[in-house]
């Protein structure tokens, strides 16, 4: 198994472009997850989907989409982007069977925001 | 919702000496907290996770108690080595709500050879 996987896995960005996150996982899993790590802030919930058309928003969500047709894939979209969504994005995916399970991430996406 | 704060935000230790860190959770509704590193540039990793009806546990260097009475759980690592500096992170989550992770923000942990 690959597990959770992210592309790509550096990005540079004008303001204002917009862009797409990708994640996916091949552990039938059916919670994922999107997560921003800055500096001193821990990670901070983006987004979240508790299973495939099954989407909500987390702590920080203004400024991005996210949509789960399948089971395996999650993107993250970035509308129009600014400096302040410089950061580092996490995906993470867990089993739906109960809170006692646990939460993998994905490599990271590296990006900054010109 | 759940708020996690933890502490202290950066720890130096000499190697071979032991380690805490402590986090507190606002939710009593939460029955899960585990704790993840993370190594420079690498992604976060499950190490220790404990569940409600649980009070202490342990895996060879490491251990987490729990106390939901105060609302709080600590991280311990016995006799330290370089490989565990790191940034670690603890996290709660709740039966209520959306099940998804609360995280503190976070510990850098040194270990002085």
């Known amino acids: 198994n690959a597990g959770v996987t992210q592309t790509p896995k550096f990005q540079v960005l004008k303001t204002g472009q917009s862009m797409t996150l990708q994640c996916a996982q091949d552990m039938n899993h059916e919670y994922m997850s999107w997560y921003r790590q800055d500096p001193g802030m821990g990670l901070r919930l983006i987004h979240y989907s508790v299973g495939a058309g099954i989407t909500d928003q987390g702590e920080v969500p203004n400024g991005y989409n996210v949509s789960r047709s399948t089971t395996e894939d999650f993107p993250l979209r970035l509308l129009s982007a600014a400096p302040s969504q410089t950061s580092v994005y996490f995906c993470a995916s867990s089993s739906g069977q109960g809170v006692h399970n646990e939460q993998f991430f994905g490599p990271g996406t590296r990006l900054t925001v010109l | 919702g759940e708020n996690v704060e933890q502490h202290p935000s950066t720890l130096s230790v000499q190697e071979g000496d032991s380690a805490v860190i402590k986090c507190t959770y606002s939710d009593s509704a939460s029955n899960y907290f585990p704790w993840y590193k993370q190594e420079l540039g690498k992604r976060p990793q499950l190490i220790i996770d404990?569940?409600?009806?649980?009070g202490e546990k342990k895996d060879q260097r490491i251990a987490v108690t729990l106390n939901k009475t105060a609302k709080h759980f600590s991280l311990h690592i016995t006799e330290t080595q370089p490989e565990d500096s790191a940034v670690y992170f603890c996290?709660?989550?709740?039966?209520?709500?959306?099940?998804?992770?609360?995280f503190g923000k976070g510990t850098k942990l040194s270990v002085i050879p």
């Open positions: 404990i569940r409600s009806n649980v």
């Open positions: 996290a709660a989550r709740s039966w209520a709500g959306s099940y998804q992770l609360t």
